[in-house]
């Protein structure tokens, strides 16, 4: 039987030295690995819209040297973005993105 996981099971939320609680590796994670969804676009009664973090990306923190990124997606599943390592993650390495302003 499947269970819901708020995270990929290779990750943990811990204490972080960048900002409050961050997310860390808990195995080592390969290069151009997708981590998950950050965020979700969700429609609510009277076409009201707004982008919705995910436990991934409301906890993974900011840095300027980010290990991962995240990409705009568009399809039948609606938007999203989900979140990709760039290089190989360690154990207990905490993951990070660089935040930007930009709205599809």
């Not at 990929?8 to 030295?17: D, K, Q, W, Y």
């Not at 950050?38 to 923190?61: C, H, M, Q």
């Amino acid at each position: 039987m499947s269970t819901y996981r708020p995270l990929p099971s290779s990750l943990t939320i811990g204490n972080s030295a960048i900002h409050g609680l961050g997310v860390f590796a808990v195995e080592i994670i390969p290069p151009h690995t997708s981590l998950g969804m950050s965020r979700i676009k969700a429609s609510y009664p009277g076409d009201d819209e707004e982008w919705v973090r995910t436990p991934l990306g409301g906890f993974i923190n900011h840095s300027e040297e980010p290990n991962c990124i995240a990409r705009f997606f568009k399809g039948d599943a609606g938007e999203y973005m989900n979140v990709y390592t760039i290089g190989r993650i360690l154990p207990g390495q905490e993951l990070s993105l660089k935040y930007t302003l930009y709205t599809p």
